[in-house]
């Protein structure tokens, strides 16, 4: 065995010091809190790097000194702009900021997963003078989404075209989908590269032009653990790969004719899973010891 070949392996059982570049608002949240913690107690070092509470001078590498990879949480300007420098100092990043930014854009989104033949609702987009004369009253009702809105924030459901000219949408165009009955739940794949797992989720409440029918119980509204069946676990798979994610979720609507994706997320909270934290700092560790046994690997070839 080469010099080269020990070091390396030594280095792989070596502590990492791993960036969190996260915004603010996911700070206090299950992730990436649940990742920190569980590296930390690996007695691995974490640095977190939110983008809202620092000054970083154009130019100098300093916050990117010693770290061996960035795990990235959020789609703010600020957080892609030090993403996209780090990525072209070379530093790895789980996600990578061109994963986030198509996902962020739900226009690309849905585009890319029509063109990857995902079944998705009947999409259309728009302004919504041109969504009121020209979709068909069959369509309805519909889900309007902002462009580049997260987390349900924005949402408007319309069911007839008057409904549009009084719902006060603000945005120069907007992305809308036939609005389908989930019965109060909605179906979430979580991914950590090829592992998947399928919770049964409370649907998200959405301001609708209409009322709703009468809330289900709390016990009834829990979220569950599902069984990943092979067709599930295929489709987390497939939108992942459109889009290059690595730890992502895959938001789907149950149907007579199937599951149907609604949208496709870049590091989730991972909820209702209760080992996510371990298998995120697993997979973690796992993505920079790859890397270091491909850097190291032409060297070990010459060396053998």
Same mark, same amino acid.
């Given at each position: ?31 990436? @809190? ?33 770290? +061996? ?5 959020? @789609? ?11 990525? *072209? ?8 900021? @061109? ?29 919504? +003078? ?10 309805? /009702? ?38 389908? /009955? ?28 209409? /009322? ?17 069946? /092979? ?6 798979? @497939?939108? *992942? ?39 995120? *700092? ?23």
């Amino acid at each position: 065995m080469t010099r080269t070949m020990t070091r390396t392996m030594r280095q792989t059982r070596q502590s990492l010091s791993v960036g969190v570049l996260v915004e603010r608002r996911y700070l206090e949240q299950a992730q990436p @809190r649940g990742l920190q913690e569980a590296l930390e107690l690996r007695g691995h070092r974490v640095v977190v790097i939110d983008p809202e509470n620092a000054l970083h001078v154009v130019g100098d590498d300093g916050w990117l000194e010693g770290l +061996d990879v960035i795990v990235v949480r959020g @789609r703010s300007p600020g957080l892609l702009g030090l993403l996209a420098y780090a990525e *072209a100092k070379g530093v790895l990043t789980v996600n990578s900021r @061109r994963a986030i930014e198509q996902v962020h854009n739900k226009i690309i989104m849905a585009a890319l997963l029509a063109m990857g033949r995902i079944p998705i609702p009947r999409t259309f987009v728009g302004p919504v +003078d041109s969504l009121r004369s020209q979709v068909a009253q069959e369509e309805y /009702p519909l889900i309007l989404k902002p462009i580049f809105g997260d987390n349900g924030r924005g949402l408007r459901v319309v069911y007839t075209p008057d409904d549009l000219t009084s719902c006060g949408w603000q945005e120069p165009v907007a992305l809308a989908q036939r609005y389908l /009955p989930a019965n109060g739940y909605d179906l979430k794949l979580y991914g950590i590269a090829g592992e998947v797992w399928a919770v049964r989720k409370p649907a998200p409440v959405i301001d609708v032009g209409e /009322p709703q029918g009468p809330a289900l119980g709390p016990e009834k509204r829990k979220a569950r653990l599902m069984p990943v069946t /092979p067709a599930l676990k295929e489709l987390a798979l @497939r939108c *992942a790969g459109l889009f290059g994610l690595e730890l992502y979720g895959v938001d789907c609507i149950r149907t007579a004719v199937g599951p149907l994706v609604i949208e496709v997320n870049d590091f989730p909270n991972y909820s209702s899973i209760p080992e996510a934290s371990w298998k995120l *700092a697993d997979y973690v560790v796992s993505r920079v010891q790859a890397q270091r046994e491909q850097t190291a690997s032409p060297t070990m070839a010459a060396q053998v």
